[in-house]
């Protein structure tokens, strides 16, 4: 199972969950090995047994190791699950059962056709490997993860506005990383206009990787023709609301499993506010500027009770800076009353 999930993290983050798969023969000696590459491609099931026709192997009677249940629902390929009976698979190994109704079923399927099929293996890790697919297609909604960077006393930007750099280099590359595994990055129109952000997932040298997110603006007013959003990068989504749950759903329909929060306090205010943020992630720099702007704007929050609690699930040191990992610990907007956020002037128009 630990092979089928390094075989996994081989395929792209999309709209579609990485899943690896093993084959092995009654003594354990591997048949064939598959991931899956990206929609509209074989799934790792049929990849490892396409795998193992390459190598000349026989497999009837063999066991599938297989980080997600198999499918069960035809879209732009076949079910696993046939395939797998139609080769003659004995028996089948899952780590995480398949939470999305319309392609659960594999693992019923197969037992109902006499397969020896156990589930539940290594599930935390295959859990870790799915990452905000899981979530996503759990709540019918992209995970949503805010981004800051700021001062060690929560600023985003001295009084002049100058922003550029609060945290290192190293916090940067990091950060780029981070873009690299998103569906899209989610600013504000006042950050698009303050700013003029690239939006970008970039290497070390400065270059774009294969993998550019959605960069998407918020808000009623214009990106302009010579923004650099409208340059080299991912496509360019306009979506002339203030709703973060309306965000959301545009995101959802366009089959984006993890949104990046990045700007501005407004903007952040507006999803903690909604309960739609899942994660923050903190960049952290050993600076003091004692005024500026801050990174979240005002929540409506007038005592230390109302507080939105976070839990904390990594600290990463990223050369002189930072990074806090935290989940929010307050129930969801649909589950508790959250604060409603105030739209700054900026915002607003």
Not at 250 to 265: A, F, I, K
Request: hydrophobic share 45%; charged share 20%.
């Amino acid at each position: 199972m630990r092979r089928a999930l390094e075989l996994a993290h081989r395929g792209p983050m999309g709209p579609n969950p990485r899943v690896g798969c093993v084959l092995l023969d009654r003594d354990g000696a591997v048949l064939g090995e598959g991931w899956h590459r990206g929609a509209g491609t074989p799934h790792a099931e049929v990849a490892a047994l396409a795998d193992a026709r390459e190598r000349g192997a026989d497999v009837h009677g063999a066991t599938a190791v297989v980080t997600l249940e198999p499918c069960d629902h035809a879209g732009r390929t076949g079910p696993c699950s046939t395939a797998l009976l139609a080769a003659g698979i004995a028996r089948v190994v899952v780590s995480v059962e398949d939470p999305n109704p319309v392609a659960a079923g594999g693992a019923r399927r197969l037992r109902e056709a006499g397969v020896d099929v156990l589930t539940g293996v290594l599930d935390d890790e295959g859990l870790a490997a799915l990452g905000a697919w899981l979530p996503a297609v759990r709540h019918g909604r992209p995970f949503v993860t805010l981004k800051t960077a700021t001062t060690l006393d929560g600023r985003i930007a001295a009084v002049d506005g100058t922003s550029r750099w609060i945290t290192s280099d190293v916090a940067r590359r990091h950060a780029h990383a981070l873009r690299a595994d998103v569906g899209a990055i989610v600013v504000g129109t006042g950050t698009a206009l303050t700013d003029d952000p690239s939006l970008t997932a970039r290497t070390e040298d400065g270059s774009l990787v294969e993998h550019q997110p959605l960069r998407v603006v918020v808000g009623h007013r214009d990106v302009p023709a010579g923004s650099r959003l409208r340059g080299p990068g991912g496509e360019l989504v306009t979506v002339r609301t203030h709703d973060p749950a309306q965000v959301l759903a545009v995101l959802h329909e366009r089959e984006v499993r993890h949104v990046l929060v990045e700007g501005g306090p407004t903007l952040a205010a507006a999803f903690l506010a909604a309960g739609l943020v899942d994660e923050v992630h903190a960049y952290v720099a050993p600076v003091l500027l004692g005024a500026g702007p801050a990174a979240v704007g005002d929540l409506g929050i007038t005592t230390i009770t109302q507080a939105l609690r976070l839990e904390p699930s990594t600290v990463v040191p990223l050369g002189p800076d930072v990074l806090v990992v935290a989940t929010v610990r307050n129930a969801p907007a649909d589950e508790a009353p959250a604060p409603a956020a105030r739209p700054s002037t900026e915002e607003e128009h």
